[in-house]
């Protein structure tokens, strides 16, 4: 791929365990590229299962000028395609949203299957073959509920994070969720400080009286230091202990950070404070019908991170879902959604307030900080600055993993 020779020089002198020159956040050229290397390139958490409960319905996803259309077949396979007719290319479906029997294209009303098999197509003639024109298909991986999607022609190995986050993530049934609530918010604000402020809790105990209430800031990458050993202590002993007792009812809790091939994850099961229920204003569960098959409700909270573009924690009552999708180089949606077992009752089992006021009032608030940065970022005063080595390794692995991926398509 070309990029200008001042794009290249930028990729190539990253420094380490600091964060991104300028350019990286401001430039339209990079905004590109980024799309390009790796919204195009990597498994992008896109969807979820309860997003597309029945045959038929669908959601569309806008990734750089790509639209793409996840829809559940008659044979309840979750599958996705380019959302673009392949007469004369229009888009076919135009809603964030919906429910079709077939994909039908608004302009001449070529009309294709769940499958993406074109079925109908008028006055095309004798000689027109119908199946060269079939959707064309995106990558589409279904991780325990969670859709992710590649629109590259050959996807990253997707083997092996199945493999290692099956055993923590399918306990949590999230199939057998319904969306309780959904709220996206556009953050202005580069998609890469997004991601950085989500790689950290160093901002947490001065920004986010709500989470903290449940949240241990240790869980998040955390490196012992003179500053921190008592309570690093006391977080890891706290680990050991409920991690066996979740082994004993077949929940493992160990942290796995791993890059394979190139698709790069963290996921653990990590205590909560308090009652350690749930990540609610009392930590306790905002939920009272338990998912899965759930006994207990102090089952702490189970993250997963994903590179580039999501994070989510699942606990024993509801889980939480979150996708950032860059719009342009200043602005990105962060979509968040709160699941709840699909037999609970709003009103009786839960409360919509309840269960999102502590995610709600963190997103505003890292919605803030997101902006800060980038206001910073603006100034001909800013240089990158350095990473704690303490509390920001998370945000370096993000980094280093988003500059290499960069090189790697730019061949630097
Ligand atoms: S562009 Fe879709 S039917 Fe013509
Ligand atoms: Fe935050």
Redesign the pocket.
Known sequence: MKVSADVRALIERRKEGHSLEAPFYLSEEIFALDMEAIFRQHWIQVAIEPDVPEPGDYVTVELGSDSILIVRDDDMQVRAFHNV??????R?CNEDKGTVGNIV??????TYNLNGDLMF?EHMGEKFDRCKHSLKSVHVENLAGLIFVCAAEKAPDFSAIRAAMEPYLLPHDLPNTKIAAQIDIIEKGNWKLTMENNRECYHCVANHPELTISLYEYGFGYQRSPANADGMDAFAETCIKRGKEWAEIGLPSAEIDQLLDTTGFRTQRLPLDRSGESQTLDAKVASKKLLGGFEQADLGGLSFWTQPNSWHHFMSDHIVTFSVIPLSAGETLVRTKWLVHKDAVEGVDYDVKNLTAVWNATNDQDRALVEFSQRGASSSAYEPGPYSPFTEGLVEKFTAWYVGRLADKIGA
Not at 85 to 90: I, M
Not at 105 to 110: A, L, Q
């Open positions: 007719c392949r007469h004369r290319g229009a076919l294209c608004p302009y001449h009303s070529w197509a």
